[in-house]
């Protein structure tokens, strides 16, 4: 749509013939029914852009960031280390690659060099070396041994953040953010005097704000240098 795009405010709509699909018998039904009609998903808009979006003065949750409705795509900015989400990739899936270099000296005798990291929001890190497989973390404690691959001067440490498809397909309109269990109601809102299947559905359940989930280090990694 590049041809089509302007700067500042643009409308995206896509139209086609509609047919509301009927409510399920009983919830478990909507696992084996075959219904006809029509679903509506969202529009998603890719391309190199950065997301910018105003954090909600509301109350915050666990786990989440909390955003205004609105938002705008910007320029990409030097990745945050801490918070993917909060930095300008909030409905990001994908990997993400975070490096530095930096001058290590040659680890000595009975010395190991550990690459640690404050915590993962992410479903698995990767970490490479000059370019070489040094590992992969996925839970705590969250740190690589990478002595092997210290040879001393200049060195490349990458870490490869591996996330989910949660920021992306949401749910994003819970109004206590993260819990943890997930319904296909969490995607509905019955409007009021509506017939709602769920509690999630129903109006104070709901928001507008659009709640995303950390992505990132929660802080910069280090290379440590331990005995033993």
Known sequence: IAPAAREGANIIEITTPFRPIPKSK????????????????????????????????RPARAKCVRYESDFVLVKE??????????GG???????????ETAELPR???GQRV??????LDAAVAKVRVNGTDAGAV???????????LVKGGKTRVEVELIGTLRNIMGPHHRSNGEPDDCWRT???????????????????????????????LRGRAKVQYVMG
């Open 26 to 57: 009983f919830s478990l039904a909507s696992l084996f029914e075959v219904q006809i009609g029509t679903e509506l998903e969202s529009i998603y808009l890719i391309g190199d852009f950065g997301v910018a979006g105003r954090v909600a003065p």
């Open 77 to 86: 900015a030097k990745a945050d280390w801490c918070d993917l989400s909060a």
């Open 89 to 99: 990739y909030p409905f990001y899936a994908g990997r993400f690659t975070l490096e």
């Open 107 to 109: 680890p000595t005798k």
């Open 114 to 119: 550990m690459l640690a990291m404050p915590s």
């Open 138 to 148: 996925a839970w705590a404690p969250y740190e690589v041994d990478i002595t092997p």
């Open 186 to 216: 969490a995607f509905n809102y019955a409007q009021p005097g509506g017939n709602a299947e769920h509690p999630e559905e129903a109006e104070g359940a709901w928001t507008d704000d659009y709640f995303v989930v950390h992505f990132g």
